[in-house]
């Protein structure tokens, strides 16, 4: 063998291993959530992942409070939209609390809400989770559309942005197996055309939001709400069969919103290494052999 056919061979020998990886690997995996590393949840072994789906809210869309057992308020809360109690009696605070829409109390109107939510809550519940969250704060992440869950509690210390890449019918879910708690001065925040209505936290038994806490996203518990003093929220209250407990605080209904092509939820860690695109892959091949090709020609 030639001292420049030792030398070509090797080149294109090396050209076809880099091909066949290229080819092989079409797919990488991006970063975990800014702020997390959360184990892969939720995906099959072709990296499938179900996209989150806003449910609707039917009779409770109007409502801003729906409660089961009391409504209990304290101060100058308005509730912007309608107030519901059902099966329960008692509801107390209003005033000095405003209710800008009508308070249905053990009435066919409330009960129908309350079928509608639990419907929605079910809904929730049962959709594919893309990440699981579990132990990690809620707080400085940013998420982009897609469903989160936790298997036991949820915290939010700090400021939760949810990433709407453009679309205005981005849906988050977030499924608590227990409690979602979150710290005094917290809040969530939309970016990007990221809407509270698309966001949906079901949560397993109770929900607390500490004072002045502003939130995002209607909360749909199985057990009770709680809202300190000031807490303010863009969406509602929903209680499927405890109390809602006011103290001073803003609660905005929002409805149900979400639709159209949907983003990918926040990529999951891990993955393959990135590959070249095939073509340039193929490309990057040619060039080799015809480099090896014109230092035959020449010898």
Request: aromatic share 6%; net charge neutral.
């Amino acid at each position: 063998m030639t001292p420049v056919l030792r030398r070509v061979i090797p080149v294109l020998m090396g050209a076809l291993v880099l091909a066949s990886t290229g080819c092989g690997s079409k797919s990488s995996e991006p970063t975990s959530p800014s702020g997390a590393r959360p184990p892969a949840v939720g995906s099959d072994a072709q990296g499938v992942r179900a996209m989150a789906v806003a449910p609707s809210l039917g009779a409770a869309s109007s409502f801003g409070v729906v409660g089961a057992a009391t409504v209990t308020n304290t101060g100058p809360t308005v509730v912007n939209g309608d107030l519901g109690l059902s099966p329960g009696s008692s509801v107390t605070g209003f005033p000095p609390g405003i209710v800008t829409g009508t308070i249905h109390i053990a009435d066919a109107t409330a009960l129908a809400a309350q079928n509608s939510i639990t419907t929605a809550y079910n809904q929730l519940a049962g959709q594919a989770c893309n990440i699981n969250l579990t132990g990690i704060d809620l707080g400085g992440l940013t998420l982009t559309p897609g469903a989160y869950c936790f298997s036991s509690s949820a915290q939010l210390t700090g400021t939760l942005t949810l990433n709407g890449l453009g679309n205005p019918g981005a849906v988050w879910v977030f499924q608590i197996g227990s409690t979602l708690t979150t710290a005094s001065g917290s809040s969530v925040v939309f970016i990007n055309g990221g809407q509270p209505c698309g966001a949906f936290w079901q949560v397993g038994s109770s929900a607390t939001l500490g004072t002045a806490t502003s939130f995002g996203g209607n909360i749909l518990a199985l057990a009770s709400v709680t809202a300190t003093t000031g807490a303010t929220s863009s969406g509602a209250f929903f209680a499927r069969t405890g109390a809602v407990t006011l103290d001073t605080n803003t609660v905005n209904v929002v409805g149900s919103c979400g639709g159209g092509p949907q983003p990918s939820p926040t990529p999951l860690p891990g993955g393959p290494a990135p590959a070249l695109p095939e073509v340039a892959t193929w490309a990057l091949l040619a060039i080799l052999l015809a480099s090896g090709a014109f230092v035959l020609s020449r010898h």
